[in-house]
């Protein structure tokens, strides 16, 4: 695998999610916050770590991976996140990964949480709303706060 395999997957799985996003939600101008890499198997997973170290530096270790500043945000069609995750392998998360948009969290809970396709998931110290629909390999996820507030990135 190499760095510009890393950017491909990148760059689909922000595709994709602007795809899921335009067929639910009529904001248009959503600024996208962090990329997620769903590992396939432990050999993926070891090679995106490796490329991930080349193109930023740990913010952030989580019990499902490590979560990556970038050194220079890269161009996708979601906009330029801050942050990249590479999950380790999880039999639940069969999708390539997700992207976590910014938005006015309150209004927007209040204004797409009745539609099937969306689902509330509470943490003790925030919240988030999940977007899936079956048509597509990707998640959608808009939080309470974003996690590179959380971590201090701006």
């Not at 490329?51 to 220079?72: M, Q, R, S, Y």
């Not at 996708?76 to 992207?99: N, Q």
Request: proline content about 8%; hydrophobic content about 35%.
């Amino acid at each position: 695998m190499t760095l510009q395999d890393l950017a491909k997957i990148i760059n689909y799985i922000a595709e994709k999610n602007v795809e899921l996003n335009s067929k639910y939600i009529f904001e248009k101008d959503l600024e996208v916050d962090y990329v997620c890499i769903f590992s396939q198997n432990d050999q993926e997973h070891q090679g995106l770590l490796r490329l991930a170290e080349e193109i930023g530096e740990i913010a952030d270790k989580t019990p499902t991976g490590p979560v990556f500043k970038f050194h220079n945000r890269p161009q996708t069609a979601a906009g330029k996140p801050k942050l990249l995750k590479i999950r380790t392998p999880d039999p639940t998360r069969p999708e390539r990964g997700d992207c976590d948009f910014n938005t006015n969290y309150p209004e927007f809970k209040k204004r797409y949480l009745k539609d099937p396709h969306f689902k509330l998931i509470k943490r003790p110290n925030w919240e988030m709303i999940e977007l899936m629909d079956p048509e597509f390999d990707v998640r959608v996820y808009f939080s309470s706060t974003p996690l590179s507030k959380d971590l201090g990135i701006a």
